[in-house]
């Protein structure tokens, strides 16, 4: 199954296996985690617990780990400093050390906040990112951008801390809401856009988008990796968002904006961004609302 390593510093690899849930402890072995201390903190929501919460703490305890979780409630609303003190609590109760791993199971709000929270929590603690969504798997558990929303504005605090593994099972999408499949299409089609113009080929020939059931097993695969591939260049070339990255967040301007003012309810974050790469598409000065062009310029 195809593995993509990410070249930061310290590397990562991204590994795409279906039906590799139940793998995930051996995984994490095998990435060097659990050596000193054998206690791990899931941190999910109630609804990909119900589905995924036993298959995952199975894992690994087979592996050796010791998990406990912790449960938030599912939603962007929700990405704030109240759920990230709950998640410092969980630290604290359970006697997280800084060899400790935290783990993200779960879509982008809770891949955010759980980073977030390795990221300060003991000034660093490892981070394993399994994420559950589409939108997650093609862009935000990869990369290290972690954060919650401040009131008037999304993800204004954060940090990058790259994750020691990013562990995806494209299976889980089976169980993903039909609108979060759908709109999660338009971080796709950005990659399309902005890097690869092979993928936005592949996304031009298939009958329809707005679903898993219209994707043949080949043709999901090849779009995760073909965007965990073009994340993981643009990254690897900038880590901290000094130039080139900034290519990422086409779209994202005025899709931020939207959430932000109608207050994370009424649009997905797929949507919204989908909104934001038309209106940049027809501006006069398109790069106003994307990247700069000495990003592009560098692009392949």
Known sequence: MP?????????????????????????MVSAGLGTKSRRTLVISNP?????????????????????????LPAGERYKNASSLQKIYDAALHHQLERSSAMIALGGGVIGDMAGFGA????????????????????????????????????????AFHQPRLVWMDPEVLQ???PREFRTAMAEVIKYG?????????????????????????DALLEILTRCAQAK?????????????RAILNYGHTIGHGIEAVTHYRRYTHGEAVALGMVAAGRSP????????????AKTP
């Open 193 to 217: 856009v902005i890097w690869d113009v092979a993928l936005f080929g592949l996304l031009e020939s298939l009958p329809r988008l707005d679903g898993m059931r219209y994707l043949a097993p």
């Open 175 to 177: 169980t993903l809401p």
């Open 119 to 158: 990221a300060t929590w003991l000034r660093g603690l490892p981070i394993v990112q399994v994420p559950t969504s589409l939108l997650a798997m093609v862009d935000s558990a990869i990369g290290g951008k972690t954060g919650i929303n401040h009131p008037q504005g999304k993800n204004l605090i954060g």
């Open 232 to 244: 993981a260049q643009v990254v690897a070339q900038d880590e901290k968002e000094g130039g080139l």
């Open 47 to 71: 609804q990909i617990w119900h589905f995924y919460g036993d298959r995952t703490l199975k894992s690994l305890t087979a592996a050796g780990f010791e998990p406990e979780y912790l449960l």
């Open 285 to 296: 000065k398109p790069w106003d609302f994307g990247p700069p062009r000495s990003a592009i």
């Open 3 to 27: 593995t993509i390593t990410v070249a930061t510093q310290p590397s990562y690899e991204i590994a795409i296996t279906p039906g590799g849930l139940t793998q995930l402890g051996a995984a």
